[in-house]
């Protein structure tokens, strides 16, 4: 079951109540323009009476971006740069964060206690080279948060892409392109193509180690996959 219901008003200690409930695990999530907070409830044959969900604040991390080759100071291009703070577990019933830089490159988390992963939603012209904080490899290992820190998050964003065209023996193939292991959580890094006439076309690609895996599809007949 997926409820919601909408506190209107500024009373600090507003109540709700969900009824007609099925016995199970259930994630219980509450946000404002002040906060994001989440609880689990265990529910069983008696009424749940009481339960306090508090919405203090977030962490906060201060962010800084810029793009490779562009000259320092306010950058327009930036704030057409939308980032995605993606949580390794979803947390049901909060949508996920977006962010967008302004134009001298600065912006804030405002996150809950978790382990996330930072991508760009819009990758036609642009990918994250690099995400570093205090020395940690953010960008491969993602982004654990416990609290608030000075930071900066500092995110290098490229517009440096090679490409990638082969062929492929057999019709009606799907051609795969995988990172490598240490990558796999980046998700704008995959990409699929049709192969035609056997030939394949990878444009716009970050550079890197990558695989290939084909995935031919025959009609009543089950979908295999190769390396």
């Given at each position: 079951?997926?409820?919601?219901?909408?506190?209107?008003?500024?009373?600090?200690?507003?109540?709700?109540?969900?009824?007609d409930?099925?016995?199970?695990?259930?994630m219980?999530?509450?946000?404002?323009?002040?906060?994001?907070a989440?609880?689990?409830?265990?529910?069983?044959?008696?009424?749940?009476l009481?339960?306090?969900?508090?919405?203090?604040?977030?962490?906060?991390i201060?962010?800084?971006?810029?793009?490779?080759?562009h000259?320092?100071?306010?950058?327009?291009?930036?704030?057409?740069?939308?980032?995605n703070v993606?949580?390794?577990?979803?947390?049901?019933?909060l949508?996920?964060?977006?962010?967008?830089?302004?134009?001298?490159?600065?912006?804030?988390?405002?996150?809950?206690?978790?382990h996330?992963w930072l991508?760009l939603?819009?990758?036609?012209?642009?990918?994250v080279r690099?995400?570093?904080?205090?020395?940690?490899?953010?960008l491969?290992?993602?982004?654990?948060?416990?609290?608030?820190?000075?930071?900066?998050?500092?995110?290098v964003?490229?517009?440096?892409?090679?490409?990638?065209?082969?062929?492929?023996?057999?019709?009606?193939?799907?051609?795969?392109?995988?990172?490598?292991?240490?990558?796999?959580?980046?998700?704008?890094?995959?990409?699929?193509?049709?192969?035609?006439?056997?030939?394949?076309?990878?444009e716009?690609?970050?550079?890197?180690?990558?695989?290939?895996?084909?995935?031919?599809?025959?009609?009543?007949?089950e979908?295999?996959?190769?390396?």
């Amino acid at each position: 079951a997926n409820k919601r219901v909408s506190i209107l008003g500024d009373d600090r200690n507003a109540s709700f109540q969900f009824s007609d409930i099925v016995p199970g695990t259930y994630m219980l999530a509450a946000s404002n323009v002040y906060g994001r907070a989440a609880i689990s409830l265990d529910v069983r044959n008696a009424d749940l009476l009481g339960t306090r969900i508090i919405l203090g604040a977030n962490a906060k991390i201060p962010a800084r971006t810029r793009i490779e080759g562009h000259p320092p100071g306010n950058d327009p291009a930036l704030e057409t740069l939308l980032f995605n703070v993606r949580p390794e577990v979803p947390i049901p019933g909060l949508e996920t964060e977006m962010y967008s830089p302004f134009a001298d490159g600065r912006f804030r988390l405002d996150v809950l206690r978790g382990h996330y992963w930072l991508e760009l939603t819009r990758t036609q012209d642009y990918y994250v080279r690099s995400i570093i904080l205090e020395g940690f490899d953010v960008l491969n290992q993602g982004l654990h948060v416990m609290g608030s820190v000075e930071g900066p998050l500092e995110i290098v964003v490229d517009t440096h892409f090679g490409e990638v065209q082969g062929s492929a023996a057999g019709p009606n193939l799907t051609v795969v392109l995988v990172p490598d292991a240490a990558r796999r959580n980046q998700r704008p890094l995959y990409k699929s193509a049709k192969s035609g006439n056997g030939v394949f076309h990878f444009e716009k690609v970050p550079p890197g180690d990558y695989k290939l895996r084909s995935e031919e599809r025959r009609v009543g007949k089950e979908c295999r996959s190769r390396w």
